[in-house]
């Protein structure tokens, strides 16, 4: 096997063993059984090729009847992690619980990183202990809930005299609809705290713009993602409050800055 073949098998296999894995904590064979299958078919070395080309056969075959089997099994769980955390509290969720919401959140983090950045970024800074954090980036201009009451604010500013003083608005609260709103915008900031500063300079205005978003979990909200021959799959928001509250979670404010400079 060559060594870009090699590499590339190396890393399917290590997505099927993690897949086998978070199975395992979900308490899904329906899933166990088409990753373990992966792992044999892209086990780096020492597997015989026809051995291979059969477990490839027979996972890509299970995939689709399995498909529902493991949407029931992942209800099923969940139901069963939130009740036991909502009779319980945090102490009722013994250590493959939590390792089990844990991975789900580490696997949303990881799968939503090259579509949705932002909210992947904030996720995954969850797990990580620390202060506020800030970061530069525009992304909140995509929608109009944002981008629309600031260029209000920006037109009714008065010819810029160097030397005046800021012109300050807000905070104001910006609720996103599911849905309805761009997804990267509402999934990372709903909701959010929308702010600006507009500086005096020769020529226009210098716009500081931030959004500020507490980055934390409800006690209880279903995020329905999708359906699938009458299964539905939804994340519990609330079971990574329950992370929250036994200290795996580390929650914090993100604020989103970023300059515009407009000439009058």
């Avoid at 102490?91 to 089990?100: N, Q, S, T, Y």
């Avoid at 260029?151 to 009714?156: D, E, G, L, P, V």
């Avoid at 978003?213 to 999708?226: A, D, Q």
Wanted: with cysteine.
């Amino acid at each position: 096997m060559s060594g870009p073949l090699r590499v590339l098998f190396g890393a399917l296999f290590t997505v099927a063993v993690a897949l086998f894995v978070f199975a395992l904590l979900w308490r899904s064979p329906s899933m166990a059984l088409p990753a373990a299958l992966g792992a044999f078919a892209t086990f780096p070395r020492g597997t015989l090729r026809p051995f291979r080309a059969v477990c490839w056969a027979l996972a890509f075959l299970l995939v689709p009847l399995v498909l529902k089997p493991c949407l029931a099994e992942q209800r099923a769980r969940r139901e069963a992690l939130f009740e036991a955390f909502t009779s319980g509290g945090p102490a009722a969720l013994d250590l493959e619980d939590r390792l089990a919401i844990a991975a789900l959140g580490l696997a949303m983090g990881v799968l939503a990183l090259p579509v949705f950045p932002e909210v992947a970024q904030e996720q995954l800074l969850l797990h990580v202990p620390g202060e506020d954090r800030v970061r530069e980036s525009d992304f909140a201009t995509r929608s109009e809930r944002v981008s629309a009451p600031l260029n209000t604010f920006i037109k009714r500013l008065p010819k810029p005299v160097p030397g005046a003083e800021p012109v300050r608005f807000g905070p104001e609260r910006v609720v996103f609809v599911y849905g309805q709103d761009d997804p990267r915008v509402a999934l990372a900031l709903n909701p959010c705290l929308l702010s600006a500063v507009a500086t005096p300079e020769q020529g226009g205005w210098r716009i500081d713009a931030e959004v500020a978003v507490e980055v934390e979990y409800p006690p209880s909200y279903s995020l329905h993602l999708f359906s699938y021959d009458g299964e539905a799959f939804a994340v519990e928001e609330g079971l990574f409050y329950a992370l929250q509250e036994a200290g795996w979670y580390h929650p914090y404010t993100m604020t989103w800055r970023w300059t515009e400079q407009v000439s009058r």
